[in-house]
């Protein structure tokens, strides 16, 4: 087996090499592809890590002097050709080139040390960065004021407050922690912030089916409000509004598996049989439905405005569903046992199924409830959850969605009670 010790320090100029060659590249294309003047390439770029990685390979025998040195020398090279730049074009100049060159050489500087593994990591995400400029300038132009205040609300939820709690029990029973609390706050704000980026980016133009599965990811329940509230005002496409409600539906499934997989994923084995089963039904109701309308299938004749999933009241308010659930699991578990569980999950389910999927998740893996007690109070969750959505649709919904989406959840249900039944017998 080849040791990389038996070629130090020389493979660590080589990789410091390769990193100053890739951002190099990237800068040389962009600058050639836009015609602006040629301030460093692939050649530069790989000389500036290098220089980078030999003053960190001094420092040895000569303390931080050589880095200081050659980052200050650095430093007035580039300030000086970008004023230099600035003189000739008469124009404004950006500063990303200036700004790489830097951490090129600091990316050089990490490789000498016991850190290669994050300058490697970084150089590739600072690549990434560079190339995505012409999608990341037009995403930004497309934001909303909106866009901007559910992007900061996500950054204070998961950056801000997170950090700030406890990671202990403050009750007197020992149930509640505040940083686990908001900790599934986090996980779930950002499934949803992920659906409403995604669905900001690809565009609800892109296709029904997308819109569905998008919708679905950052809250089903919201988008089946949206749409069904839509097929009032334009009847003629509750066909296709159906459709979108199915597939946002259907996606609540992986959602919970997702979570399920990050919580406590032994659970999955138990849940998975119903699960899939119902995701399944799901998908083959969708494709059954965009088969049965072909025309217009594509594109929605009325765009619907899908409102953001993420708001740091309704953050606030998860939480605190969270841990009510929590609680409630809790003391129906202490109180009643498996029945107390059992319908403790239903009547959650009805409101919030991330909430009940979580905290019976967090109570299987602190060993205080059974996992086979745990799947079934999912399952149930999901199946009460699919009933609730297909109350809104019966309440807010035109005669036309109701005669579509109603029939599709009733086999949706009893694919899920059925495989479920299987799952109690096989166990």
Known sequence: MINLLDFEPWWRFGVTLLIGAMLGM????????????DFAGIRTFSLIALLGSVAAFLVTDFGMFPIALSFGGLILLTTVSYLGTLMRSGEKAG???????????????LMMGNQGKVAIALAVLTSLLLALKGRLH?????????????????ALVAAVILPLLP?????????????????????????????????????PSRGINLTGILGGLASSTATTISFSSASREHPAMSAYYARTIVLASSMM?????????????PLLRVISIPFITMLVSGLGIAFFLQRKNTTGA????????????????TAIKFGLIFAMVFIILEFAQESFG???????????????????????????????LDIRVAGIAVVIAALMNTISKGAIVCFTGSR???????????????????????MLWLA
């Open 95 to 109: 500063i990303t080139t200036e700004v790489a060159v830097m951490l090129t050489f600091l990316f050089g500087v």
């Open 400 to 422: 036309e969605l109701r005669r579509t989406v109603v029939p599709s959840f009733a086999v949706v249900l009893l694919a899920g009670l059925f495989s479920s039944i299987f």
């Open 167 to 203: 990671d202990r029990a403050i009750d007197p029973l020992g149930l509640l922690n505040p940083f686990q609390v908001w900790l599934m706050v986090v996980l779930v704000s950002g499934i949803g912030f992920s659906g409403y980026v995604l669905m900001k980016v690809l565009g």
């Open 138 to 154: 037009g995403i930004i132009r497309r934001m909303s004021p909106q866009d901007l205040r559910v992007t900061l609300q996500f």
């Open 253 to 265: 499934i992986p959602r919970v598996l997702l979570l399920m997989l990050i919580i406590y994923p």
């Open 338 to 368: 498996p029945i107390g569980v059992y319908f403790a999950s239903a009547s959650a389910g009805l409101v919030n199924m991330n909430a009940v999927a979580l905290s019976v998740g967090q109570m299987v893996g602190q060993a205080q």
């Open 26 to 37: 990237e800068r040389e294309f962009i600058q050639q592809k836009e015609g602006s003047p």
């Open 298 to 313: 594509n594109d929605l004749e009325h765009p619907v405005n899908l409102t953001h999933p993420l708001k740091l009241s």
